[in-house]
Nanobody, 116 residues
């Protein structure tokens, strides 16, 4: 049974930090490109960061460059998103996604709220 379970979300003040985790099971994690997406209320889901299966390539949406870092631990089948200097506009539900060839899996999401 394939599972992607996100954790680490919560309420944080502007300028604060959070580290999201996404634990994978039920598939060969090391084959998959992993991504973080987010969806704010009333907005479309957007790609935030992506990391290739070996971790050799990482890309970010412009709005988070220099603040967010995506990483992975293939031994633990987990992908991370370190979020620093958080802004109110980062408030959203954050989802992880796994891609390999035509296969695609999504997590259930974790809420991140940036507010004073």
């Amino acid at each position: 049974q394939v599972q992607l379970v996100e954790s680490g979300g919560g309420l944080v003040q502007p300028g604060g930090s959070l580290r999201l985790s996404c634990a994978a099971s039920g598939f060969t994690f090391s084959k998959y490109t992993m991504s973080w997406y987010r969806q704010a209320p009333g907005k479309e889901r957007e790609l935030v960061a992506v990391i290739t299966n070996t971790g050799g390539t990482r890309n970010y949406v412009d709005s988070v460059k220099g603040r967010f870092t995506i990483s992975r631990d293939n031994a633990k089948s987990t992908v991370f998103l370190q979020m620093n200097s958080l802004k109110p506009e980062d408030t959203a539900v954050y989802y992880c996604k796994a891609d390999w060839v035509i296969r695609e899996y999504w997590g259930q999401g974790t809420q991140v709220t940036v507010s004073s």
